[in-house]
């Protein structure tokens, strides 16, 4: 959706650049994600999504500390450091297998065909930053190292990330195996659209994308 007056451009974060997958969407374009041969639909969630691509890589052990979950449903997400207290819906991907985002400015979306927020892996959660106003996600681009992400779920369990690092990538080089790629413990990755809006084609240059760790 386009605004009705450009936003301020958002340089102060930048990441490194690698393969092309984008989808357009209301409001911003968020990256695509390739699908493997094999689908993995979750248990009791009627989707047609599919798990990101895995690159093979080798991949440390995760803390001692830290007890990773089950899949369950994520139903919550709160982000006290930029007032984020928002129900979460379900995304799969649409007919042309590209990631499918809210249908508003509210509420956040979690990707089926990934791991839920506490199971080992990436969890994908995206918002718009903005729409008819500030949307969900507006303030993303506000968090720092060591804030606090906490995620409700449906089995009662209430999992803490903590921010470890954002990156701003151009949508014409989105890094797919950096975001989507496997990782070794419950790792978080909110995702929404930055940089400079571009009134020509009504969408944002850049994604904006948070990395977050399970602490507990």
Not at 22 to 43: D, H
Request: hydrophobic share 40%.
């Amino acid at each position: 959706m386009r605004r009705h007056s450009p936003p301020r451009s958002r340089p102060r974060v930048t990441g490194t650049v690698a393969a092309l997958f984008v989808v357009l969407i209301t409001g911003c374009s968020a990256p695509g994600v390739e699908a493997p041969a094999t689908p993995r639909p979750p248990a009791g969630i009627t989707s047609s999504a599919i798990a990101p691509t895995a690159p093979t890589a080798a991949i440390a052990a995760p803390p001692a500390h830290v007890t990773n979950l089950r899949r369950a449903v994520p139903l919550r997400l709160q982000i006290p450091a930029i007032g984020v207290d928002t129900t979460l819906i379900p995304l799969g991907l649409k007919a042309d297998r590209s990631l499918q985002t809210p249908p508003r400015g509210f509420p956040a979306g979690w990707y089926t065909g990934a791991v839920t927020p506490g199971e080992v892996g990436p969890a994908i959660l995206l918002g718009h930053v903005d729409g008819n106003g500030p949307a969900v996600f507006f303030r993303l681009h506000d968090l720092t190292t060591g804030d606090r992400v906490t995620v409700s779920r449906a089995d009662g369990t209430k999992p803490v990330f903590r921010v470890v690092r954002l990156a701003q990538y151009p949508k014409r080089a989105f890094p797919t195996a950096l975001v989507y790629g496997p990782t070794a413990t419950s790792t978080l990755r909110l995702i929404t659209c930055g940089g400079t809006f571009d009134t020509q084609s009504g969408h944002y240059q850049d994604n904006l994308v948070v990395f977050a760790d399970l602490i507990r």
